[in-house]
């Protein structure tokens, strides 16, 4: 079983900086198998990122997703105050099934 | 839009069994696969298992021996029951549709308490 290890566990920024949240994983991951999530405080997460890069529908073109293997990273280029969340990497495995990440909380500074 | 919806008691006891229901509406569910996931107060995502109308179905194997999701498609539903609960399996438990390999639109959730 893969596990996904998310970095920062908090990162404190201001309004308009860029953010970088990194997921790492134990063992290689196929991209398509990695998305990103969004949660707010009382809502249930958002699918941000699908396919490793690819944003799901009515995502903002300010969050992008990259990487490949056990590298994967979601850049928020220009932060706005709605953006302050906390975000989850998570992963498909075919026989092990859905893993998250432990969360990276963005805090405003 | 496809909206998801959990319904189910929100208090259980120890050692009796958690029930939940998923109704899903706007397109059938035979379409793809139906998932639970939880989330304990103040911790993160754990998901739980996904059913798909085949039958098919994949538990978190940490879960596995207690957990049964099924499926009636002709009520656009899928279910959750978890058996020997106990103040651990207190969580908001969410219900979500996955489409390829993540989960595109969720319930807005339900808290389950776990207590006597």
């Known amino acids: 079983e893969s596990v996904l290890t998310q970095s920062p566990g908090t990162l404190s920024l201001s309004p308009g900086e860029r953010a970088t949240l990194s997921c790492r994983t134990s063992q290689s991951v196929i991209s398509n198998y990695l998305a990103w999530y969004q949660q707010k405080p009382g809502q249930a997460p958002r699918l941000l990122i699908y396919?490793?890069?690819s944003r799901a529908t009515g995502i903002p073109d300010r969050f992008s997703g990259s990487g490949s293997g056990t590298d994967f990273t979601l850049t928020i280029s220009r932060l706005e105050t709605e953006d302050f969340a906390v975000y989850y990497c998570q992963q498909y495995g075919t026989s092990a099934g859905i893993t998250f990440g432990q969360g990276t909380r963005l805090e405003i500074k | 839009q496809v909206q998801l919806q959990e319904s189910g008691p929100g208090l259980v006891k120890p050692s009796e069994t958690l029930s939940l229901t998923c109704t899903v509406s706007?397109?059938?569910?035979?379409?793809?696969?139906c998932s639970w996931i939880r989330q304990s107060p103040g911790k993160g995502l754990e998901w739980i298992g996904f059913?798909?109308?085949?039958?098919?179905?994949n538990y978190n194997p940490s879960l596995k021996s207690r957990v049964t999701i099924s499926i009636d498609t002709s009520k656009n539903q899928f279910s959750l029951r978890l058996s020997s609960v106990t103040a651990a399996d207190t969580a908001v438990y969410y219900c979500?549709?996955?489409?390829?390999?993540?989960?595109?639109?969720w319930g807005q959730g339900t808290l389950v308490t776990v207590s006597s």
């Open positions: 979500a549709r996955l489409l390829g390999y993540s989960l595109d639109y």
């Open positions: 059913i798909h109308s085949s039958g098919n179905t």
């Open positions: 396919g490793a890069s």
């Open positions: 706007s397109g059938s569910i035979s379409s793809y696969y």
